[in-house]
C-alpha cells in the first residue's frame, strides 16, 4: 500500500534522521560489489587539479576513499572532518581521496573544495564510473582500506562520532590501537552497567562545570581531577580539565588534556566547543601572539588571525562575529592536536 505524500515524506525524514545517530557495524553491506575484507578494485579517474588517479598508487599505504555528493550537507560535514584527520596523518603516509559524482565538471566540487580548505586529493566520476565498479550504495559513504588495500572499515553518512570513527580506524591499522581497544571506546565498553565510581564521576563533572561557568576556576579544576581520578577514562573530564588549564594561562598542559580527551573519545565538535569557550573567556592580555604559539605551532600566524578578529569584534561589542572567530580559532587547534 502506498502511503499518501505527507506521510511518506515524513517517514523518510524519520528514517534519514536514524541514519543519522545509528552505529553501523562492520558487517553489514557497504558497497554491492565489496564486502569487508576484499581487495580494492582498479580504478582510474580524473583529477580535479588535472591529470589521472591511478589506484594503484595506494598500495603500501593505508587509504581513505570518500565517496560524495557536493551538494549533500553531510559530505560537507565529513569533508571537514576528512580535512581535521588529514592534517594528522599525512606525515604518517595516510591516503585521503575524494570521489566525487559532480556531472557539471568541477563545478559545486570546486566551489566546495575551496570553502572548505581542502588540500587532499578531489577526484570528478560524472559518469560514475567508479560508483559503478564500487557499487555504492549511501552517499556519502567513507571507506577505509589497510596498506594491503584490504577493506576494513566504512562508515555512511556522517554519523555524530564519524570522526572518531575514522580515526579510531587509522590507529588501529597504524598498528597504534587494537580492533578491540577501538570497539570498547566506539560502545562505550560495551553493555556493561557503569560502576559506582563511574557515576559518581560524572555527578562531579556535571559540578566541575557549574564552576567554571561560575569562574570559580581553581575549584573546577579540583572537581575535575577528583572525577578523573574515579573515572581516567572519562573523556569529558579530560576536556574540562583542559578548558580550564587554558584559562588558568597554561595553554601546552591545555592541549595535552584535549589531546587526552580525543584519545578517549570525545567527538571533534566537543573539544573544540570547550576551546572556544576557553578562548572567549580570556582576556585581551592574554590572547598573545605567545599563546598562539604554544596553541598551534605549525599555524601559529594564522590562529592570531582569527583571535585579532575575535578581539575585534569583542571591542565592537558584536558578540556573534566574535563568536564565529573564536570557534574558527578553536577548530585550528583541534586540527593540531
Known sequence: MRLPWPYSTSLLALLLVFLESVVFPQDTVAFRNLDVGQNMPHFKAARMSGGTFDSAGLEGKVSVLFFFKPHQPNSKKA??????????????????????????????TGTLAKELGITFPFLLDPGRDVYGTFGLIVSPTTAIFDKTMVFRYYEPIHAPRFRTSVDLALQVLLGDKT??????????????????????AKRKLSLARMMLKRHHLERALQIA??????????????????????????????LEKFALAQE????????????????????EKELT?????????????????????????????????????????????????
Open 79 to 108: 569533508l571537514a572532518d576528512l580535512q581535521t584527520l588529514f592534517h594528522r596523518y599525512k606525515e604518517r603516509g595516510v591516503a585521503f581521496v575524494a570521489i566525487s559524482v559532480d556531472t557539471n565538471g568541477k563545478g559545486a
Open 179 to 200: 580492533d578491540a581497544e577501538r570497539t570498547k571506546i566506539l560502545t562505550g565498553g560495551g553493555s556493561k552497567k557503569p560502576s559506582a565510581d563511574q557515576k559518581k
Open 225 to 254: 581531577r577528583e572525577a578523573l581520578a574515579l573515572d581516567p577514562d572519562l573523556a569529558a573530564a579530560h576536556a574540562i580539565m583542559g578548558e580550564g588549564l587554558l584559562l588558568d594561562g597554561k595553554p601546552k598542559e591545555a
Open 264 to 283: 578517549k573519545g570525545a567527538t571533534a565538535e566537543e573539544i573544540q566547543k570547550a576551546v572556544a569557550t576557553a578562548l572567549a573567556g580570556l582576556g
Open 289 to 337: 601572539s605567545k599563546l598562539a604559539a604554544d596553541l598551534a605551532p605549525k599555524k601559529t600566524s594564522l590562529l592570531q588571525k582569527e583571535l585579532d578578529a575575535a578581539l575585534a569584534a569583542k571591542q565592537a561589542k558584536d558578540e556573534k562575529k566574535a563568536v564565529a572567530h573564536f570557534e574558527k580559532a578553536a577548530k585550528i587547534v583541534v586540527e593540531g592536536l
